[in-house]
């Protein structure tokens, strides 16, 4: 499983209620309004300096666009970003409704597809095993013609984007898989789906885990970027070069940081513009440190 090394990023942050958790509040006295009560629990004492202490969504939603717009701007690139960033119960995005193609992100979702079609993990013949193995773990595109061409092509794509409640989600007219265009918040739902028990069960679940934690050294990066000590990442990532937009490149992570825990992140990054990989990735790796940032504020 992919594992976060230590880094010694300077981590943005400002007082919140985990913050003054910390260093010392008691959970038996809280304050409010200038009258004290004795004997108030540690989770209602948490949930009251979470009222106090906590941004709102539209304040995080304001830092978090301020601060990638002015990295942006920094770069002296022509990359459009787009975010979806959720801890517990806190949903943040940025520019959101844009649409990008998703390169080999999408093959999350045939993920999903294929553990659907046979049921159960354990049902998954040999054949097509060793296929989401490679499309998963080595983005392997011809690995991903092959199953997606066995599940029904565009028709079953379709498909799949109603099922899953994709509802931003288009597949080329052509059937290209590579240049299905997607915005983030429906690339979250797809990393939920995959990770997460509901529409899979816990052994379908543990399959994705196992491939989107066992990603090759060259497609780690992106999303792994803002993944703090010791927590695992499970990830899929997608890159190319679409004459649709002129020569210039869409670079896309995806991914769960701290999964195995009770408090993880699940973060969308799309971006369209850059010049070429080089250039690309840096910038999605810093816009999901800011995106990470920002939602540690919650």
């Known amino acids: 499983m992919m594992i976060r090394k230590s880094s010694d990023t300077t981590r943005y942050s400002r007082l919140n209620r985990r913050k003054v958790l910390s260093i010392g509040v008691p959970a038996a006295l809280v304050v409010v309004g200038g009258a004290s009560f004795a004997g108030v629990g540690a989770n209602a004492a948490e949930s009251v300096l979470h009222n106090w202490f906590s941004p709102s969504r539209e304040e995080l939603e304001a830092e978090l666009a ?142 994705g885990r196992e491939l989107m934690g066992g990603v090759s050294e060259a497609q780690a990066w992106g999303v792994s970027a803002a993944a703090k000590e010791g927590e695992s990442v499970w990830l899929k990532n997608g890159w190319d070069v679409e004459s649709q937009l002129g020569g210039l490149w869409v670079v896309n992570s995806i991914g769960v940081l701290g999964g195995e825990g009770d408090d993880p992140v699940k973060m969308a990054i799309l971006t369209s513009g850059a010049v070429d990989d080089v250039e690309g990735v840096p910038i999605v790796e810093r816009i999901a440190e800011i995106a990470r940032e920002v939602i540690d504020e919650a």
Request: avoid cysteine.
């Open 66 to 207: 301020a601060r990638v717009e002015e990295y942006l701007a920094s770069t002296g690139t022509r990359v459009e970003a787009s975010i979806a960033v959720e801890r517990d119960d806190m949903h943040l995005d940025y520019n959101g409704d844009q649409l990008h193609i998703t390169a080999s992100i999408v093959k999350m979702e045939i993920l999903a597809m294929i553990q659907q079609y046979w049921g159960s993990a354990d049902a998954i013949p040999a054949g097509h095993r060793e296929l989401l193995e490679r499309m998963i773990t080595q983005s392997h595109n011809d690995s991903t013609t092959e199953l997606f061409n066995f599940l029904g092509r565009k028709d079953a794509l379709d498909a799949a984007h109603e099922r899953y409640g994709l509802a931003n989600t288009v597949s080329d007219p052509d059937g290209r898989w590579g240049l299905t265009e997607t915005i983030a918040a429906d690339q979250l739902i797809l990393a939920d789906l995959n990770l997460f028990e509901g529409a899979l069960d816990a052994e379908q679940v543990e399959l």
